[in-house]
Antibody, heavy 118, light 109 residues
Framework: QVQLVQSGAEVKKPGASVKVSCKTS????????ISWVRQAPGQGLEWMGW????????NYAQKLQGRVTMTTDTSTRTVYMELRSLRLDDTAMYYC???????????WGQGTLVNVSS | NFMLTQPHSVSESPGKTVTISCTRS????????VQWYQQRPGSAPTTVIY?????PSGVPDRFSGSIDSSSNSASLTISGLKTEDEADYYC?????????FGGGTKLTV
């Protein structure tokens, strides 16, 4: 079955960087892109961006341009999301999700909690 | 850019029917497909409706989705409510290379 398994929780200081991984299985990796979505505590879902696993093309949310980088490793079927210059309000659960036709995000990874604290 | 507006919360009794709306602020709701996700506390979102009105396998037919161009909105209807339907529900669509989520609706059963 299709699975997306994310790396474990992280605790970071303001100004630091975090890199979250999303390892996929159960389907042809390069057929679908991957979107990243985050959710601050008690808040709604916020789309962060998308990466093509076919050619590495990316599309980032305007709000995060310049601080986020998404990359893909076809050999390990893994997608990475790096967020730099972390701020306290970057504290959130970060999810990866397979981006299907019609921009249907399914399935989702289990989530990675990133806690930014001084 | 546009916004998707959902009611903050809805409440209904078991066995009843509830409809959650999702209104697009600008641009046509029919231009791109709308998805609906269910999120239970402590869990990742899962799809209950994709491509406006399609149900993934495993989602009961109590869940249905529709689009109304006259009100520029999408709707998720859940009939025969069960206590297990209590969750947050998010609509989602796309335009100009951006994915957009509604603010979410907390359903209390």
């Amino acid at each position: 079955q299709v699975q997306l398994v994310q790396s474990g929780a992280e605790v970071k200081k303001p100004g630091a960087s975090v890199k979250v991984s999303c390892k996929t299985s159960g389907y042809t990796f390069t057929t679908y892109g991957i979107s990243w979505v985050r959710q601050a505590p008690g808040q709604g879902l916020e789309w962060m961006g998308w990466i093509s696993t076919y050619n590495g093309n990316t599309n980032y949310a305007q709000k995060l341009q310049g601080r986020v980088t998404m990359t893909t490793d076809t050999s390990t079927r893994t997608v990475y999301m790096e967020l730099r210059s972390l701020r306290l309000d970057d504290t959130a659960m970060y999810y990866c999700a397979r981006d299907r036709a019609g921009n249907w995000l399914d399935p989702w990874g289990q989530g990675t909690l990133v806690n930014v604290s001084s | 850019n546009f916004m998707l507006t959902q009611p903050h919360s809805v409440s209904e009794s078991p066995g009843k029917t509830v409809t959650i709306s999702c209104t697009r602020s600008s641009g046509s709701i029919a231009r791109y497909f709308v998805q609906w996700y269910q999120q239970r506390p402590g869990s990742a979102p899962t799809t209950v409706i994709y491509e406006d009105s399609q149900r993934p396998s495993g989602v009961p037919d109590r869940f249905s989705g529709s689009i109304d161009s006259s009100s520029n909105s999408a709707s998720l209807t859940i009939s025969g409510l069960k206590t297990e339907d209590e969750a947050d529900y998010y609509c989602q669509t796309y335009d100009s290379s951006y994915v957009v989520f509604g603010g979410g609706t907390k359903l209390t059963v």
